[in-house]
């Protein structure tokens, strides 16, 4: 049974916390991204090496998503936005 007083963040690492934290810092640019994705019925994940690096405590220098949404589809979601 887990332990109802038990914080996850006390699990991680210093380093892990600030890899984490700065990806909460861009989450407002992903979470506008993401938006815009479900808007026109598409899915956006936040994937690879950046979810890997906060893991591992390190701090990327970019941001991997994945998407159901066709190249053109993409190219036309974040044109007028980019």
Known sequence: MPNANHDPSS???QVQQRAVSELLRV???ADELARR???AGFTLALVGGSVRDALLG???NDLDFTTDARPDDVLA???PWA
Do not use: H, I, M, N
């Open 11 to 13: 699990a991680l690492s």
């Open 27 to 29: 989450s407002p640019v």
């Open 37 to 39: 994705f479900e808007e």
């Open 58 to 60: 390190r701090l990327g």
């Open 77 to 79: 979601l974040v044109r």
